[in-house]
């Protein structure tokens, strides 16, 4: 008796051919990879910040890397969605991701604040690039999730720099 492939073979017909549904999950899992590798970074940095603005940085870091870990789901199913496999790996998202894994040796409290600077900016260029493609493939579901993706790292690398103002 041969084994039979568990494979779906429905097709999906939700208005949004297989090209641009393939285009917009890869850039969906890029999207992904660099939310994971910020939620990671911060989450380190939550852990290991020292000096005096420990409480206020420590708080900060918790209420972000709580809202970071409460948006890859959102992405992932998605990409789910869209027909595609979401990426679930550090393997994967170390290739994928625009964001620098931590440094190894934590740094001092307001390095690290400059790197979450960098990293929300990052996840904010990551997410505008992918704005035309789903614009033209009629993708409002997408898009929709890019413009809370981009108004949440906007806004963070917003009150970030300005923790670094004197």
């Known amino acids: 008796m041969a084994k039979t492939s568990r494979k779906s073979t429905a097709a999906i017909h939700i208005g949004i051919g297989e090209k641009d549904r393939a285009a917009i999950a890869a850039g969906l899992s890029k999207l992904l990879a660099d939310t994971y590798t910020l939620y990671l970074t911060t989450h380190n940095f939550h852990w ?5 603005m420990f409480n206020s940085l420590h708080d900060m870091f918790m209420q ?16 789910r969605s869209l027909g595609h496999v979401a990426p ?4 994967q998202y170390g290739k994928l991701s625009s964001v620098p894994d931590a440094p190894a040796a934590p740094p001092k409290a307001m390095e690290m ?6 990293g929300h900016e990052a ?34 690398a917003w009150m970030l720099r300005s923790i670094l103002e004197e």
């Open 123 to 156: 996840v904010a260029r990551t997410a505008r690039e992918l704005f035309p493609l789903v614009e033209q493939a009629s993708d409002e579901p997408t898009a929709d999730l890019l413009t809370q993706r981009l108004t949440v790292h906007e806004q963070t």
């Open 88 to 91: 679930g790996s550090y393997a």
């Open 64 to 79: 972000q890397y709580t809202e970071l870990w409460n948006a890859v789901d959102p992405i992932a199913e998605r990409i």
């Open 48 to 52: 290991n910040v020292t000096g005096p």
């Open 113 to 118: 604040v400059r790197i979450l600077v960098q």
